[in-house]
């Protein structure tokens, strides 16, 4: 810090960097690393916390990394990669050749950081079939992939002494309207008991800015996302940036306390469905009444372990039921759980299941005693992370939910992970790299990927910062009046009398759970849309904070819904244009097809599978929305010759 912003009597500390790094996870930590290892040393990584985040505090069963085939005599090649990644739906042909191109780069640098993916003695890095993979270019380093990934990211980010700066909560990204200056955060070191700007907001004044925030996560009630982690998207949208795909999600089962995803073996044992009354009673295994016979029910169950997102695809005779059948109970106002403790059905014979289940659950040595003794049969980590967390499944039930887990969509960036906003990157999963389906793991690969290109186009860009930088750095004066606003936010919050916040932030996630998200209505979704716009137009009359934790919480609120007023728009307008159900969210539509046992609300149209479907972006700009739609840009054709591409990578390296 070497000046401060002055406005009237309160002064704002300012730093200045080449390049901000927003977020401290998996993405964040290796476009810090990588900038590093490129010569970029004028930079820094700002963050609310560094232990928080999704990829530092999730996984699953078997937590995967899609990537290249790197073993066995399986065909593959980069170009096929990428038609894959493609044929997902919506999906720009730039991103996924440098997703499928990079991929070998990323992994294996992760791999020398020592994230301990398995080898075999050869040295070949086995892969496995994940979901819409059809080659074994999956991989995993056990539960925690992402975990140990953010971890050995983190350690040698710290061994390079980059500038890191923790408890700061980002509230507004400044830009002239073209290119980004800088980011105003609400410094949470020390809350309470301050009394003027200068400890309360910080300033990193910067030439680029990369996002990478994670996903939404706040928007929703039902999440899968660890607690803490909310994004900062919304705060995008109000600076400019365009989105895109912001219709597509993946939601899937989830337990709730924890926060983790019961996909993989916590569905492949076999375990039962039950609900109770929110006062515990009245237990029922509910699901039994809607199938033919209990076997067709267990092999939707195994099925949902490998086919965990929701898709409107397998709702009609396919596992996906058993999301929909989940979601319908917990409307109730009942509450569901998953017992590993007692067999469902009062028991199984194994050799009346279809082929699929008894075959794997054989292979396994797992055609035995409770689903808890298959669980840990097939898979004890599994087992233990919840015994790690309190929650002991060989005695008490689990309660899960339909929850949101990613966002496929995002903001929309070009080949080098820019925004629409010169200067304004964007990495993880807060970048809308994917499109309506995806292979599983291909998050944290784009997430590397993301990393690497952003920090190549920085470092080797026409544009790229030099040792002297003050005079690149465009005026904050320019962005006078945002920072103002902001100020002028907390001033008017602060009325001295008890908080509104946290009723309010609960109750529109609560709406947005209910409306917008695996079942999509039109009416209550413009519905809300209209409420939110109205709230976001009063909030500081409307909302009052007692505490500085209240403050953080009004900017946590005004970013949900600055967010959900963007997503709101996008699946409105989505519906306008006809849009059908697809991936993992269903519209109810009275002339579509009812899937057996259903109620009519759950009439839906597909979207037919012969029909390319455009990419949706939308732009805020003076808090309007706009849409545009166009087909997915294709995977490039550029001249390979070596001879020529490494003439021109010797000029510029291929970085233009």
């Known amino acids: 810090m070497n000046r401060f912003f002055e406005l009237g009597s309160e002064k704002i500390p300012v730093y200045t960097y080449d390049t901000v790094i927003l977020g401290s996870g998996a993405a964040g930590l290796a476009a810090a690393e990588r900038l590093f ?10 963050t609310e916390h560094m232990n928080a985040g999704t990829s530092r505090n999730t996984g699953s069963d078997k937590q995967t990394y899609y990537k290249l085939t790197l073993s066995g005599g399986q065909a593959d090649s980069v170009h096929e990669m990428a038609e894959t990644l493609m044929s997902g739906g919506c999906v720009d042909g730039d991103l996924a050749l440098c997703e499928a191109a990079l991929s070998p780069q990323c992994f294996y640098h992760l791999v020398e950081l020592g994230v301990p993916f398995p080898c075999s003695r050869y040295g070949e890095y086995v892969g496995y079939k994940t979901d819409h993979d059809p080659r074994t270019r999956a991989a995993s380093a056990g539960p925690y992939t992402s975990k140990m990934m953010t971890e050995a990211l983190e350690t040698s980010v710290r061994q390079k002494g980059i500038d890191t700066f923790s408890h700061m909560q ?23 008991g301050r009394e ?13 800015l990369i996002l990478a925030t994670g996903g939404p996560a706040g928007i929703y009630r039902d999440s899968v996302y660890p607690y803490g982690h909310h994004g900062s998207t919304g705060l995008a949208f109000e600076a400019g940036a365009a989105g895109k795909n912001l219709t597509e999600w993946q939601y899937g089962l989830s337990s709730l306390k924890p926060r983790w995803n019961v996909s993989g073996t916590y569905m492949q044992a076999l375990p039962r469905f039950i609900s109770r009354e929110p006062d515990g009673g009245d237990e029922k295994e509910f699901l039994s009444g809607y199938f033919e016979d209990d076997y067709e029910m267990l092999n939707y169950i195994f099925l949902k372990g490998y086919q965990w997102p929701f898709d409107v695809r397998k709702v009609s005779g396919g596992s996906s039921i058993i999301d929909i059948l989940v979601y319908m109970e917990t409307q109730k106002g009942r509450r569901v759980f998953l017992d590993y403790t007692r067999n469902p059905c009062g028991g199984i014979d194994f050799d009346r299941l279809p082929d699929e289940s008894r075959t ?21 980590p599994a087992a233990a992370f919840y015994r790690d967390r309190g929650v002991d499944l060989s005695k008490e039930p689990l309660e899960i939910a339909l929850c949101a887990q990613h966002n496929n969509g995002g903001l929309s960036v070009d080949c080098w992970w820019q925004t629409s906003i010169d200067g304004l990157f964007c990495i ?6 994917h499109g309506v ?3 599983g793991g291909t998050a944290l690969n784009a997430g590397q990927v993301g990393a690497l290109r952003a920090a190549q186009r920085i470092a080797f860009g026409p544009d790229a910062p030099v040792s002297e930088v003050s005079a690149s750095f465009v005026p904050l004066e320019r962005a006078r009046e945002q920072v103002e606003q902001i100020l002028a936010m907390e001033k008017m919050i602060r009325k001295g009398r008890p908080e509104n916040i946290s009723a309010l932030t609960a ?20 519905k809300l849309l209209q409420t939110v716009t109205g709230l976001l137009d009063s909030l500081p009359d409307f909302c009052c904070a ?99 591409v490494w003439k021109q990578y010797r000029i510029n390296r291929n970085v233009y």
């Open 37 to 46: 290892l490129f010569g970029q040393k004028n930079i820094a990584l700002v």
């Open 170 to 192: 980002a509230v507004r990204i400044l830009t002239d309207r073209q290119r980004v200056l800088g980011l105003l955060c609400l410094n949470l070191e020390n809350e309470d």
């Open 360 to 380: 794997y659950l054989q292979r396994g040595n797992a055609c035995l005693g409770t689903p808890y003794d298959r669980l840990v049969q097939m898979n004890e």
């Open 428 to 433: 993880g999963e807060a970048a809308g790299s």
């Open 546 to 644: 007692a505490t500085d934790r209240d403050v953080r919480n009004f900017f946590l609120l005004r970013d949900i819904l600055l967010c959900q007023q963007a997503y709101l728009f996008a699946m409105a307008d989505y519906i306008s244009h006809g849009g059908c159900s697809r991936g993992s969210a269903l519209y109810p539509d009275e002339k579509g097809q009812k899937p057996d046992c259903l109620p009519d609300d759950f009439r839906f149209v597909a979207q037919p599978e012969s029909e390319t479907p455009q990419i949706q972006e939308i732009l805020c700009r003076d808090q309007h929305f706009s849409s545009s739609w166009r087909d997915p840009r294709p995977i490039p054709e550029e001249d390979d010759f070596f001879e020529n």
């Open 507 to 526: 109750d529109c996630q609560k709406q947005m759970s209910l409306c917008a998200a695996a079942f999509r209505r039109r009416e209550p979704m413009e």
């Open 437 to 439: 389906y995806r292979p």
């Open 196 to 208: 003027d700007a200068s400890s309360r907001f910080a300033i990193f004044q910067c030439i680029n």
